[in-house]
T-cell receptor, first 115, second 113 residues
Framework: DGGITQSPKYLFRKEGQNVTLSCEQN?????MYWYRQDPGQGLRLIYY???????QKGDIAEGYSVSREKKESFPLTVTSAQKNPTAFYLC??????????????FGAGSRLTVL | SQKIEQNSEALNIQEGKTATLTCNYT??????LQWYRQDPGRGPVFLLL?????KEKRKERLKVTFDTTLKQSLFHITASQPADSATYLC????????????FGTGTRLTVIP
């Protein structure tokens, strides 16, 4: 079945460590996104990429980095510069931006906890 | 800046009744309004969308209305079942890209048997 695979499902990080969250899709979608979800807040956009080797900052990009070397993959690195990284991270994709509504397909999420 | 409010954080209803969830917005002119379902510890799943020029949309037991004058969407689940218990998110879509897709905080619906 086509979809988005995020790993790991749960991740624990010590202060000062960088961690990388994996996101792989086999939907042949052009655009991929990373969101952060905190209790009582809507999804907030961290980074997005509409094409390989290009990505843009979202609303809360500070302390995060991404790469898009392959169409299928869009990993997110949470760096030590991110002051409050404990959250639920969601990867999503869209078939093609600008063609109809922007309906997102989401992965199952990764929960990061800083110890 | 744009603001989205979903009327209540949590809603409890009896099985078989109709659940009505509200999404209000300000400072925005969406081309579409989308509704997603999210189960605990999972990613949201798209349910249905409604265009700005549509008043009502139906899909099985789901019905969505969209009033651009009131800047409000109502999401109804008829004949609710315990399996409908989840968090429901609304999202405003301006068609300019998912970098301009704004989500509400969600309403957690519990259907009591």
């Amino acid at each position: 079945d086509g979809g988005i695979t995020q790993s790991p499902k749960y991740l624990f990080r010590k202060e000062g460590q960088n961690v990388t969250l994996s996101c792989e899709q086999n939907l042949n979608h052009d655009a991929m996104y990373w969101y952060r979800q905190d209790p009582g807040q809507g999804l907030r956009l961290i980074y997005y990429s509409q094409i390989v080797n290009d990505f843009q900052k979202g609303d809360i990009a500070e302390g995060y980095s991404v790469s898009r070397e392959k169409k299928e993959s869009f990993p997110l690195t949470v760096t030590s510069a991110q002051k409050n990284p404990t959250a639920f991270y969601l990867c999503a994709s869209i078939s093609r931006v600008g063609v109809g509504a922007n309906v997102l397909t989401f992965g199952a999420g990764s929960r990061l906890t800083v110890l | 800046s744009q603001k989205i409010e979903q009327n209540s954080e949590a809603l409890n209803i009896q099985e078989g009744k109709t659940a009505t969830l509200t999404c209000n917005y300000t400072n925005y002119s969406p081309a579409y309004l989308q509704w997603y379902r999210q189960d605990p510890g999972r990613g949201p799943v798209f349910l249905l969308l409604i265009r700005e020029n549509e008043k009502e949309k139906r899909k099985e037991r789901l019905k969505v209305t969209f009033d651009t004058t009131l800047k409000q969407s109502l999401f109804h689940i008829t004949a609710s079942q315990p399996a409908d218990s989840a968090t429901y998110l609304c999202a405003l879509d301006s068609l300019t890209g998912a970098n301009n897709l704004f989500f509400g905080t969600g309403t957690r619906l519990t259907v009591i048997p």
